[in-house]
Structure formats: C-alpha cells, structure tokens
C-alpha cells in the first residue's frame, strides 16, 4: 500500500485526540461532536467538563481515547516503560497512540512552551506507519525493527507514555505480552 493509501487526518484546533483514534482505526469514526458526547458521558454533572479544554477546541484526555476505543470493542492497555518493547507481542497489537511533548508555534513562529500530542502508529499491509496529524501525510516507519526503534525513541523522552491499542479479548488475556514476561 502506497502512502497515499494510507488514512491519515491532520491536525485542526485541539483535536489530536481524535485525529489519533481515527488514524489508528484507518477510517473517520470520531468526531469533535462524538468526542464531546463521550465528555458528557463521563461527567455528567459537571459545568466545566474536566476531560476536555474549557475553550471548547478539544484537548481531550486519556479517559475520551480509552472510552472511544472501548465502544468500537477495543482497549486501550498502558505501556509500562520501564519493560523492553521487545517484550510486545507485536501481531496482537491492533496500533499505538502515544502522547508525546510538542512544540507550541503561532503560524511560523514556534513558541518556548510544550504540550502534549497524541499521535497514532500502526502496521498497514506489513509496513509500521507514523500517523502523527502534524505530520503533511503519512510517514512509513518500516517493519518490526524499526518500529520498535521508533517506540523507543519516542518514549525516551521523559513524559512521553504509550497505549497499545487492542481487541477487548487480548487485553483481557493479555496476550498483548511476549509469554516469557509477566504483566504485573
């Protein structure tokens, strides 16, 4: 499959969260209207919803990523850093969604501030791809290995955390987890 094959959104206002869901899932499934919906869900009661920036232009949290997933039969596993990538049992994993630090820029200028980016990786037809909506299109990785390096890269940065995106039943079994490791 060609790059231009590849599902890739990119980025608008504060909506890498879902930018990230979607790439991972390959096709539009989540909007700014399903996001909020899930916000809403998950605080009712609340007057300034605290999953969500308070403007109205997305940053939504973790717990959105992880229910969104939740409802298409998926699960959003937390990656331990201090374990090896090399202990992921890659086949079982469906994509990753990391959340990265990222530069602040107004138009061309980049600001002294970072925040953090959710950013989707997955395998399309045998090839690891970086789906970041920064990105101008998609960027292949490449295979095992390098995705691997490319994990490990990014998670060397300090705040940098990753979900590993899977079937309910994998999480479940936690066959996501090479058998020779343990998941605690």
Same mark, same amino acid.
């Given at each position: 499959m060609s790059e231009g094959e590849v599902f890739h959104e990119k980025q608008r206002l504060e909506l890498c969260a879902i930018?990230?869901?979607?790439? *991972? =899932?390959?096709?539009?499934?989540?909007t700014?209207?399903?996001a909020d919906?899930?916000?809403?869900? =998950?605080?009712?009661?609340? *007057?300034?919803n605290p999953h969500r920036s308070v403007l109205g232009t997305g940053n939504y949290d973790v717990n959105v990523i992880m229910a969104a997933l939740q409802s298409r039969g998926l699960a959003a596993v937390w990656w331990d850093k201090r374990k090896s990538i090399q202990n992921l049992c890659l086949d079982k994993i469906a994509g990753f969604i990391l959340n990265v630090p990222s530069r602040v820029s107004l138009g061309?200028?980049? =600001?002294p501030l970072r925040r953090r980016h959710w950013l989707a990786v997955r395998d399309v037809n045998g090839q690891f791809y970086n789906l970041d909506s920064k990105l101008k299109g998609p960027a292949c990785i490449g295979g095992e290995t390098e995705l691997r390096s490319f994990l490990i890269e990014q998670?060397?940065?300090?705040?940098?955390?990753? =979900?590993?995106v899977v079937q309910k039943e994998?999480?479940?079994d936690g066959t996501w987890l090479k058998p020779d490791d343990t998941r605690k």
């Open positions: 930018h990230a869901l979607n790439n *991972v =899932l390959q096709e539009r499934v989540f700014k209207e399903t919906d899930i916000c809403k869900r =998950l605080a009712p009661q609340c *007057v300034m061309f200028v980049s =600001l998670l060397s940065q300090d705040v940098a955390e990753m =979900l590993l994998v999480d479940d």
